[in-house]
Nanobody
Framework: QVQLVESGGGLVQPEDSLTLSCACS????????MAWFRQGPGKEREFVAA???????YYGDSVKGRFTISRDNAKNVVTLQMNRLKPEDTGVYYC?????????????????WGQGTQVTVSS
């Protein structure tokens, strides 16, 4: 059974940095497109970033230039480096995996999900 487990969330101040990690177990992560989504209070789940098997990373407009997604297939871990955090980045961050071949922004394309990790940006 494939499992995704996120870690690294917490409470930070605006302009701080934070790194989230997602560990994939049960199957080689190299077979998946890996992505991060987030859901803020009262908001719909939003695409943040995705890393394909060999494609360049793809980012949502609101995080472009501030967030970086990286994957280490040997360790079965995908990370999200978040810099210059803003209060509007607050939310539950989810790791997701898609066995398809093209990076997609829709949450409905992703069949595997982690339980989420809370990120709160507040002064």
């Amino acid at each position: 059974q494939v499992q995704l487990v996120e870690s690294g969330g917490g409470l930070v101040q605006p302009e701080d940095s934070l790194t989230l990690s997602c560990a994939c177990s049960g199957r080689a992560m190299s077979t998946y497109i890996m992505a991060w989504f987030r859901q803020g209070p009262g908001k719909e789940r939003e695409f943040v970033a995705a890393a394909g098997r060999a494609d360049p990373a793809y980012y949502g407009d609101s995080v472009k230039g501030r967030f970086t997604i990286s994957r280490d297939n040997a360790k079965n871990v995908v990370t999200l480096q978040m810099n210059r955090l803003k209060p509007e980045d607050t939310g539950v961050y989810y790791c997701a995996a898609d066995s398809g071949y093209l990076i997609r922004k829709s949450q409905h394309a992703y069949t595997l999900w982690g339980q989420g990790t809370q990120v709160t940006v507040s002064s």
